[in-house]
């Protein structure tokens, strides 16, 4: 069983930072790509960052473009979110997910990944 575990989030002010950790382990785990996404209360599951193994290529979503930074450490199994210029509108529980193939150079679509973790939350105060 593959498991994804979330940890860092928590409370901070506006203009302050985060870093998020997503630690993969479980049976021969291997993934291709690795995505961050958000959801906030009422909303739908939003995409925010993703990351490939292979060749370290990165992307954004526009509303976190320059503030967030995606990276991963392959001889540990996690990739990280470094969130720095949080805003209020940051607000949301965070996921981590796993995608076992790549074809393309970046997945934003929910459903085109196959490991989810539990969440974690942060929470931006003005």
């Known amino acids: 069983q593959v498991q994804l575990v979330e940890s860092g989030g928590g409370s901070v002010q506006a203009g302050g930072s985060l870093r998020l950790s997503c630690a993969a382990s479980g049976r021969t785990f291997s993934s291709a790509a690795m995505g961050w996404f958000r959801q906030a209360p009422g909303k739908e599951r939003e995409f925010v960052a993703s990351f490939k193994w292979s060749g370290g290529s990165t992307y954004y979503a526009d509303s976190v473009k320059g503030r967030f930074t995606i990276s991963g450490d392959n001889a540990k199994n996690t990739v990280y979110l470094q969130m720095n210029s949080l805003k209020p509108e940051d607000t949301a529980v965070y996921y981590c997910?796993?995608?076992?193939?790549?074809?393309?150079?970046?997945?934003?679509?929910?459903?085109?990944?196959?490991?989810w973790g539990q969440g974690t939350q942060v929470t931006v105060s003005s």
């Open positions: 997910a796993a995608r076992r193939t790549v074809m393309f150079e970046h997945y934003i679509y929910t459903d085109e990944y196959d490991y």
